[in-house]
């Protein structure tokens, strides 16, 4: 079953630039989130407001993977692409329902040739998802609610484009948002051919083509050293953590 809190957060790119910048990295993860929560570092007009952003948005997509996620994401805000390309991975990792929304019908829609997105074929969409027992039964509200909250975030996170009709915009990736993205799936085991084949670089709208010239990129940045020959792919991370990989990609 799918969570539904992208529609109460959606990409919150603000939101959560200003955690990473408060971030005191002196200090464990438990201390942190109570001081920007006591603190109001968030800015938020309620505590009521600003402990459900950092509770249930931001510390499940930026904290509770590890420490080095926030450190590793704040060398990257100086970058405003590579910073929402991140943003965009661990948000999606945490919200499978934007993951699959992105992999499947958006991917389709683009690869079909389509110019953009309607919110009415994102709620039928949802309602295949209901049927097949993903999502739970809702009203034409709430599902409306919901296909927004999913065109908006892909929209905040440069998939899609336009305040009202959602466009889709250039695909690509930056090499340093594509380094983190790469190094954070050979994190969770993705091998070297998972890595190339992978349906992640569809939120992207990227082909093999797009993903093995990124790699490239990544090889000549010093990141990794990366070999496709015929069927055969070999890639070496020349980086032993993701503070190393973004540290090398800046």
């Avoid at 992208?6 to 990295?25: C, F, H, N, P, Y």
């Avoid at 983190?180 to 969770?188: I, K, L, N, P, S």
Wanted: glycine share 6%.
């Amino acid at each position: 079953m799918f969570t539904v809190n992208i529609q109460k957060g959606g990409a919150m790119l603000d939101e959560t630039r200003q955690l990473v910048e408060v971030w005191d990295s002196t200090v464990d993860s438990a201390s942190n989130v109570r001081r920007v929560a006591d603190a109001n570092l968030l800015g938020k007009k309620s505590r009521k407001r600003s402990d459900d952003i950092l509770l249930r948005i931001l510390v499940p997509r930026f904290v509770a993977p590890g420490p080095e996620l926030v450190p590793a994401i704040r060398t990257l805000r100086n970058d405003p692409r590579a910073f929402r390309e991140a943003c965009f991975y661990e948000t999606a990792r945490d919200e499978p329902l934007l993951a699959a929304f992105a992999e499947g019908p958006i991917w389709s829609w683009y690869c079909a040739g389509r110019l953009g997105v309607t919110i009415d074929e994102v709620k039928l969409w949802l309602e295949d998802q209901t049927t097949a027992g993903r999502l739970p039964k809702w009203t034409d509200t709430v599902r409306t609610k919901v296909a927004r909250g999913l065109l908006a975030a892909l929209r905040d996170f440069g998939i899609l484009k336009g305040a009202t009709r959602k466009e889709f915009d250039a695909p690509g990736m930056s090499a340093k948002g594509f380094a983190y993205v790469a190094f954070r799936e050979t994190q969770q085991g993705s091998s070297a051919r998972a890595l190339l084949e992978s349906p992640i670089w569809r939120r992207w709208l990227l082909d093999d083509h797009w993903v093995a010239d990124l790699l490239a990129q990544a090889h000549r940045l010093g990141v990794l050293r990366y070999a496709h020959a015929g069927s055969a792919v070999r890639i070496d991370w020349n980086a032993k953590t993701l503070q190393e990989v973004v540290d090398a990609a800046a």
